[in-house]
């Protein structure tokens, strides 16, 4: 399949700045190497480059394509960012507990994750479509497919590797929809090789970037039946898929 340019250039913009990123950190991280590893689910010691990476990355590449997208890509890795330092040593998983911890007085780290890249979400799709029905659409699907993407993160190279399953479609698409696909399917075949290796993780913050980048493109693409298609399935998706994720975790850890 040979690409137009617009297309090629945001899958290309997309992948350099995200090994370009990782390589920059890894070189020199800020505060310390330390504070920049984790151990994975096999014990081995691994990098958390690849998130930060992942998130400047597709917030500048989509936004070079929607601006509102690269807001809400920025917001999504953000929270996540918080989430993986805030949230390091907290060992309550999904909406449910975060939800209950908040009606207990207790403002956690995956409550502020939720309701930013919801807030963040929202606003991106208000941005992305005309009429307030859609708009509303827009912001679930771009949040929902955050979400999503983070929920899969439990393995090595599975939400990497998941969404470039997702995206490539899209990129037969037109217009907004195929650069924001390029987008996503740049940066994430861009991680996907330490991911699998082991070398390093995307963690929260490239978990839900890419999500995001992923949403944005399905909101470009999509009318309002698709729209509504996508947030139920994502929607159904969040339900029952953290009570798959949720044990997941807690024998692998995140990938």
């Avoid at 010691?45 to 509102?68: E, H």
């Avoid at 599975?158 to 470039?164: E, F, K, S």
């Avoid at 490239?206 to 999509?222: I, M, P, R, W």
Wanted: proline residues 4%; aromatic residues 2%.
């Amino acid at each position: 399949m040979i690409m137009p340019a617009r297309r090629t250039s945001s899958l290309a913009l997309a992948a350099g700045l995200t090994r370009a990123a990782a390589a920059v950190l890894r070189a020199a991280p800020p505060g310390g190497r330390g504070r920049w590893e984790r151990t994975n689910h096999a014990g081995r010691v691994v990098g958390l480059y690849a998130g930060p990476a992942l998130a400047l990355a597709g917030a500048v590449a989509a936004g070079r394509v929607r601006p509102a997208a690269g807001l809400a890509v920025a917001a999504a890795g953000a929270c996540g960012a918080y989430d993986d330092v805030v949230g390091a040593g907290d060992p309550r998983r999904g909406f449910r507990a975060h939800l209950t911890a908040l009606r207990h007085g207790e403002l956690t780290s995956g409550a502020v994750k939720l309701f930013g890249i919801s807030g963040a979400a929202l606003a991106a799709g208000a941005l992305l479509k005309e009429r307030p029905a859609d708009k509303v659409l827009a912001g679930v699907v771009v949040a929902g497919a955050a979400h999503f993407v983070n929920l899969l993160d439990v393995r090595p190279g599975r939400a990497a590797g998941a969404v470039l399953a997702l995206g490539a479609p899209g990129l037969l698409r037109g217009g907004a929809a195929a650069e924001l696909s390029a987008v996503a399917v740049g940066a994430a075949a861009a991680a996907l090789p330490d991911d699998l290796g082991e070398r390093a993780m995307m963690g929260d913050t490239g978990a839900h970037a890419l999500g995001a980048v992923l949403g944005a493109a399905v909101v470009a693409g999509n009318g309002r039946a698709g729209l509504a298609a996508h947030a139920a399935a994502l929607v159904a998706a969040a339900v029952w898929g953290e009570r798959v994720s949720a044990p997941a975790r807690g024998s692998l850890g995140s990938g």
